[in-house]
Structures are given as C-alpha cells and as structure tokens.
T-cell receptor, first 111, second 113 residues
Framework: DAKTTQPPSMDCAEGRAANLPCNHSTISGNEYVYWYRQIHSQGPQYIIHGLKNNETNEMASLIITEDRKSSTLILPHATLRDTAVYYCIVKFGGSQGNLIFGKGTKLSVKP | SQTIHQWPATLVQPVGSPLSLECTVE??????LYWYRQAAGRGLQLLFYSVGIGQISSEVPQNLSASRPQDRQFILSSKKLLLSDSGFYLC????????????FGDGTRLSIL
C-alpha cells in the first residue's frame, strides 16, 4: 500500500503556480520523497526527489516540512502540457525497487 | 544524455502464445534495470529488477521471466501468455547508488485475446 495521501484532483490556471500537496505522516528517517507524473498512455516521468531539504530543478521545486510529514510539489508556471497525474512516493533510498504508486493527483491546467 | 527504448509500443497476442519485450538503455553503464506492470486504473507492480548482467531478482511469482544478456539490455519473456498478463509493461533504469531515481520508458501496451 502507498504510504502517501494526495488529493484526487486539482485545477490550475495556465501560467499560474501549481502547488500539489502530499501527506506522508509515517515516513521514516531514511526514506526519500519522490515525485513522478504520468500523462495518459506514457511511462511515468521523474520530476524531483528529496530527503529533508527543499529541492529545486528545471522542472519544479519540492518543499518538505521540517517534521517531514508532508511535502508540496510546486510547478512555478503551469502550462497545458503539465496536465497529468502526479504521484508522490516515499521510498527507502537504498532499496533496489519498488516504487509504490498510489492513486496520485490528477492536475488539470486550464487556459 | 541517457535514453531508454522499449518496443513494441503496442502488442496483441493470443492466449498461449510466447512473449518477448525488449528494453535498451543508452548513455550510461551498469545501470539497475526494472520491469513493472501497470494494470488498468491501478498502480505499478514491480516484476523484476537487475543489478548486473545475468543477475535477475523476481518480485512476483508468475509465468513471466526476465533476462539481461547485455549490460544495457533487459528482456521480459513468457512461454505461454495468460489472459491475466494483459497490461501496460514498463521498463525503467537507474544509476547505482543511494537514492537514485528510476527513469521509465514509454511502455508496451499488451492485450491478450
């Protein structure tokens, strides 16, 4: 079972920031938070991951609360192509598998 | 940069027929390789992973098998397909090392008739 809780759907206006929340209240000290997204009929796309510090890359920013029980993925300027299902995943960094994808958040970016 | 290729993109097979899906990675050496299956409307299920040539770990017992004949090649096979083998099969790779993310191919949509 997924260790994360996400809202089933969200809307965002094109050009605005999309803030996707994730609750992972049972996360342990050596588990990382990973974010992926999946556009229909394609493979999941890696976005970003982090342990306890905030992270930023060319796609997004990841804000992890100090107690690590929740995080927020921020897409700074959402475009129509960002419409996808976004998955927040908690995984022990050293394990060989297994990314457990929950139901994710369906983000709809609207013009 | 690294790329991952899966083929075919779509496959329709009769029950009882054999299966061979291929995945190759370019631009990296000695990657970890993974096969996942995604049933319709459900999450991903890890089937196999490999940390090197000839080294395969199976996560779920079934009528599928995997092989890694070369460093950057991963093959998913079956001798006799079942109706329950229908699904979206995804190959992924990661570099070795702590916390490295997995990167997925575009998948093969397999329908069993």
């Amino acid at each position: 079972d997924a260790k994360t809780t996400q809202p089933p759907s969200m809307d965002c206006a094109e050009g605005r920031a999309a803030n996707l929340p994730c609750n992972h209240s049972t996360i342990s000290g050596n588990e990382y938070v990973y974010w992926y997204r999946q556009i229909h009929s394609q493979g999941p796309q890696y976005i970003i991951h982090g342990l306890k510090n905030n992270e930023t890359n060319e796609m997004a920013s990841l804000i992890i609360t100090e107690d690590r029980k929740s995080s927020t993925l921020i897409l700074p300027h959402a475009t129509l192509r960002d419409t996808a299902v976004y998955y927040c995943i908690v995984k022990f960094g050293g394990s060989q598998g297994n990314l457990i994808f929950g139901k994710g958040t369906k983000l709809s970016v609207k013009p | 940069s690294q790329t991952i290729h899966q083929w075919p993109a779509t496959l329709v097979q009769p029950v009882g027929s054999p299966l061979s899906l291929e995945c190759t990675v370019e631009g990296t050496s000695n990657p970890n390789l993974y096969w996942y299956r995604q049933a319709a409307g459900r999450g991903l299920q890890l089937l196999f992973y490999s940390v090197g040539i000839g080294q395969i770990s199976s996560e779920v017992p079934q009528n599928l098998s995997a092989s890694r004949p070369q460093d950057r090649q991963f093959i998913l096979s079956s001798k006799k397909l079942l109706l329950s083998d229908s699904g979206f099969y995804l190959c992924a790779w990661s570099t070795t090392g702590w916390n490295q993310p997995q990167h997925f191919g575009d998948g093969t949509r397999l329908s069993i008739l």
